[in-house]
C-alpha cells in the first residue's frame, strides 16, 4: 500500500495534493468563516489566512470578496433547502467557466529518504477559481449538501454545517447553537406575550412575589 506524503513546504511549493483533498474539514471551515464575515475586510483576512497553506493567493479587491461572498450565499440559501446538487441551479455559476486544478508528478527524494513522486500544485489562479476548487472539494462529499443550514435566530443568521443531515420534509437542525435556539423561543414568547401571561401565572401562584 502506498504510503501517503506529508504535507511540505518549500520554495516550489511542493506539497502533497492527497493530503489537500483529505481536508474537507479545513475547506468547511474557509468557507463558512468567509461567508459569514459582514466585514470585508476581515473576510478577506480570513481567507487568505485559512487558505495561503495550499495556494500562493494574490491580494483580491474588496469589491471581489464581496462578489464571492454573495455567490457563495446565494449557493448555500440554495443548497439549504435541497437534498443533492442535482436540485441545485447556482452550483453552475461556479463551475461552468471552471478550468480544474490540477497537480503534476514530479520524481523527487521524499522526506523519509526514498525515492517517489511528489506532486507541485499549479499555484497561479485567480481568487475565484481558488473559491470554486474550495466549493468543489467541499461538495465532492454529499453529505455536506444535507448539512449546510442557516440559523433562523434573526439575530444571529448565519450559515453553519450541522452534525445530523436534514430529514425529507423538515427543517432540520434549525440553529448554530443551544443559545441561539433559546434566544430565538425567547424572543417569540416575548412577542406573542406567552411569557408575559407565564410571569403573572407565577405571580398569582405565588411562585415569584
Known sequence: MKKKLSLKRDQNKAIDYNQILLNLVQYKNALIDFVNEED????????????????????PTLSVILYYQKQLRELFDELKDVNNLMDSNKIHDFTIDYIP??????IDVQEDGTLGESSIHLMNRPFGDIITHCVIKLFSDGRNVKLINRCENEKCGKYFFAKKAKKKGTGGIRFCSDKCRFNFHSHRRIKSGEAKKYKKERYWEGKDQ
Open 101 to 106: 486544478i490540477r497537480s503534476e508528478a514530479v
Open 40 to 59: 470585508p475586510k476581515k473576510a478577506r483576512d480570513s481567507i487568505m489566512n485559512s487558505l495561503q497553506e495550499w495556494f500562493n493567493l494574490e491580494t
